[in-house]
């Protein structure tokens, strides 16, 4: 048993205010966060850990959750979040109103309570509790990690219980028991119980306002300042002279290599215990009247992974925005036989769920060349396939897009995921932009996804009387022009006993597809290189520069690959995060050419840009032996041949049927990784130099440095 005490319960909920700071051209008004936090059980008690999973899912997380509802019809927030956080000796419920007013706060906290106590009274959805017991489960059989080795997922999942008890380092792998047991106990009012318990009658929580403040980053950087000279003001001339020599110490031994002595204790692989052999690719060509099939034949384990893929190529220019619109809005508004709260439970009641996207597939060999597509995902037993395909026919042919109270539902919280998104993952806002200013694909995305996106979901917030019917009749207008048989094309995982009927489902879903006649114009990308700044009230740079080998004259080589590598843990390591003090520093060199180098909440700017200038010279200067060239093609090697899902090979597969990468392409692309000397490497020092000459890059960072560096930009704007 763990001797971590337990924290003892308060006698009654705390409160407390803080702040956030914010830009000068955010809004100070209703951009408020309230949260109502309280700690639920232990670790240790995995079934409860379970229920309060359900209770999120149940209450939050669906569509047209009660919850959420409730305080979004309220009028107490644009977006509303919940999250159960497990993974600590005593887990903790958190129900969060973000874009709020502070004066708020009771109304938030009586109308969580009034709302549960009306669903403990009344009873429970049990059709929701059905749909989130069997998604969980599902998705805990199935075991997909994405790129994420199974064997680590489980062993982060042994020390929620391991940390606390010795003796159970299993109990969060053992669920499915836990699982049949609920969905009995659902109907004794076990959920009911714990709403009482934990969520009604319990004092260990906090109520939590959270205030924005224009101007706190530069008062906290001044506080900084402030603190750090009185403190250097404090020490003796001889204290001063010893923090400037450990400080001197410290560069040295960042600079120094490790004695080849050390490094040589380090088993190690030779080449030749690498297979030469490339991965595969599983895409079997079918057809369907004239619908080409993708079909990945593989052993799934009895489900099948669908995708359905439209192209959008006859999409108008003037309506490719509203595309990332509309893979958000089908599934989350009424149809003709369910609110959109009955049809998520519907279908998770059944399935791994149903999923809309914008698809877009580069072609690797020619950056201005793309497939754009709108798909839709789906994954379920062999034998629920047929129910998926009602599923999406009923989306497709009777979504309710008209309704003006729930689209404005929609695009609230678009806006507030779109924010966090580009906060929290400020690096790739960074790069898409960057290379937007020259590749058709990253032009697309930024278009659906990037800052551009969001600038249209904020006029669209902002202006929503304005602005909502002719939002109604882009989504209807799209409709007509993505959802046609023509446009229609279909990737299957499974093996042949799952394919199986697939193509009469495929035959009844195109009949009911839309044929009247439209006037296609197809979209065209404008490039232009605006090597932007964008400014928040972070303190912390996301810098990306960018540019394209294959227009220097340049090709593609697998040597790229180990220097991807070697710049990530090696000289961006070094200079960006070792140095320069960056929580992180990526890079990547695709096959027609795009490639880019970004750094990760860095505290430098024009000093990044200046490390990424001299990355040719770091590369002309290489030098190696042959233990750390096997290094360095280990380290490539092990990315390439990640464990992949049944899953994630069709995926695999599919994108290289887009992007035109053959089987010998793999190949040759590892024989010239396995193959690589030093040489190989220094030969693309030019075709680096290339790539940054092209003076191409994205910045998104602080107010204060922006402002600092404003000569370095062509364009200065606020990122929100």
């Known amino acids: 048993q763990s001797e971590i005490p337990m924290q003892k319960p308060f006698q009654q909920v705390k409160e407390l205010v803080m702040e956030y700071p914010v830009s000068e051209n955010e809004p100070t008004e209703e951009n408020s966060y309230l949260s109502y936090n309280l700690v639920v059980g232990d670790s240790l008690d995995v079934e409860k850990c379970t229920a309060f999973e359900v209770l999120d899912y149940v209450l939050l997380s669906e569509p047209g959750a009660p919850l959420k509802q409730a305080l979004l019809d309220a009028g107490l927030g644009k977006d509303i979040l919940g999250s159960y956080e497990d993974g600590i000796y005593q887990p903790f419920f958190s129900i969060v109103a973000k874009n709020a007013r502070p004066e708020d706060k009771d109304r938030f906290v009586d109308l969580i309570k009034e709302t549960l106590e009306k669903i403990v009274k009344e009873g429970i959805d049990q059709k929701a509790v059905a749909a989130g017991i069997n998604y969980m489960e599902f998705r805990f059989r199935e075991a997909d990690f994405s790129s994420f080795p199974k064997g680590l997922m489980y062993g982060i999942d042994v020390f929620d219980s391991w940390l606390y008890d010795e003796g159970r380092p299993f109990d969060h792998l053992k669920k499915l028991g836990i699982f049949d047991k609920l969905k009995k106990e659902a109907k004794t009012g076990y959920f009911e119980n714990l709403i009482e318990e934990y969520f009604l009658n319990n ?117 490719v925005p509203y595309m990332g619109i509309l893979k958000s809005v089908l599934g989350y508004v009424d149809t003709e036989n369910f609110t959109y709260g009955e049809l998520s439970n519907e279908i998770n009641s059944r399935s791994g769920g149903i999923y809309f996207g914008v698809q877009v597939f580069g072609n690797a060999w020619d950056n201005k060349k793309t497939v754009h597509m709108l798909g839709i995902k789906a994954k379920a037993l062999y034998q629920d396939i047929p129910f998926v395909f009602r599923m999406i026919k009923e989306i497709l042919g009777t979504s309710r897009l008209g309704d003006e109270k729930r689209l404005y539902e929609i695009i609230a919280r678009m806006k507030s995921r779109q924010q966090m998104s580009m906060a929290s993952a400020g690096h790739s806002t960074a790069v898409m932009r960057a290379l937007s200013y020259f590749s058709e694909t990253a032009c697309f995305q930024e278009k659906v996804a990037g800052i551009d996106f969001y600038r249209l979901l904020d006029d669209l917030e902002k202006n929503f009387q304005e602005r909502k019917e002719g939002l109604i009749a882009a989504l209807k207008e799209l409709i007509h ?212 000459k092209q003076n191409r890059f994205c910045v998104i960072g602080s107010e204060e440095k922006l402002q600092q560096e404003k000569e370095l930009f062509q364009e200065m704007k606020y990122l929100l």
């Open 481 to 692: 022009y993505i959802f046609r048989p023509e446009n229609l094309m279909v990737s299957y995982t499974s093996d042949e006993a799952g394919y199986h009927g697939l193509e009469g489902e495929i035959r009844e879903l195109k009949a009911g597809l839309c044929t009247e006649e439209i006037q296609g114009e197809p979209a065209v990308s404008v490039f232009e290189v605006k090597n932007e700044g964008f400014q928040t009230s972070g303190q912390v740079q996301y810098v990306a520069a960018a540019g394209n080998f294959a227009e220097a004259g340049y090709h593609y080589t697998g040597a790229l690959r180990i220097l991807k590598v070697m710049l990530s843990y090696e000289y961006l390591w070094m200079n960006i995060r070792v140095k320069g003090g960056a929580y992180g520093c990526m890079s990547s060199f695709r096959r027609n050419g795009d490639s880019f180098l970004v750094s990760y909440r860095d505290p430098n700017l024009r000093k990044t840009l200046e490390v990424f200038q001299k990355t040719g010279d770091f590369i002309r200067s290489f030098q190696a032996d042959e233990r750390e060239m096997t290094k360095y093609i280990i380290g490539t090697i092990s990315e390439l041949d990640t464990p992949l899902t049944p899953s994630a090979k069709g995926s695999m597969s599919l994108n290289a049927w887009f992007s035109q990468v053959k089987e010998e392409d793999l190949q040759q692309e590892r024989e010239q990784i396995l193959d690589a000397g030093p040489q190989d490497i220094r030969n693309l020092a030019e075709l680096v130099d290339a790539v940054m």
């Open 203 to 319: 004092t260990h929580g906090s109520v939590v306002v959270v205030n924005p403040k224009r101007g706190l980053a530069a008062q906290r950087e001044k506080e900084l300042e402030e603190k750090l000279a009185a403190y250097k003001a404090s020490l003796s001339p001889k204290e001063q002279e010893k923090l400037v020599k450990d400080t001197v110490h410290l560069k040295e031994y960042q600079d120094s290599p490790e004695s080849q002595e050390a490094l040589n204790t380090i088993p190690l692989l030779k080449r030749e215990d690498i297979s030469r052999k490339a991965g595969r690719l599983y895409n079997t060509e079918k057809h369907c009247q004239d619908t080409l099939i993708l079909h990945h034949d593989l052993d799934t384990n009895g489900i099948g992974y669908l995708e359905l893929l439209f192209d959008t190529k006859q999409v108008p220019e003037r309506l």
